[in-house]
């Protein structure tokens, strides 16, 4: 079973997503900060990372170029997700080490795709 960690600091989308990808075979761990989420990097290995950009500490970029940082974490696939669904931000996620980007609200049957297809690669 292929293991998300699923970074995400609002409650209510972490609770609706993590259901759903479960319902879809994958185990769930969850990060609710951006700190939580390099620790978790580490201590979970997961297969891929979903990273809210909006975070309560550190943000998604920060906490993104932090993984990229450790050897051991170096190649885990990041998918960006954030409401500000700007040019710009996609630049960014590219710039700061995600390997894909998906705006919020999220379509879930183009995050499965992206997450399929990202975890392939590995
Ligand atoms: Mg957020």
Known sequence: MKKILL???NEMNRDMLSRR??????????????MQAVEMTSSESPDIILMDINLPDIDGWEATRRIRQHESSHSIPIIA??????Q???QHAFDV?????????INLSKLLEK????????
Request: charged share 25%; hydrophobic share 40%; with cysteine.
């Open 97 to 105: 080490g995600c390997n894909d980007y998906e705006p919020k609200p």
């Open 81 to 86: 997700v954030t409401a500000h669904a700007m």
């Open 21 to 34: 990808l479960i319902r879809k075979g994958y185990e769930v761990v969850m990060a609710i900060n951006g």
């Open 7 to 9: 970074v995400e600091d």
């Open 115 to 122: 997450i399929e297809a990202l975890i392939k690669m590995q």
């Open 88 to 90: 710009a931000d996609q």
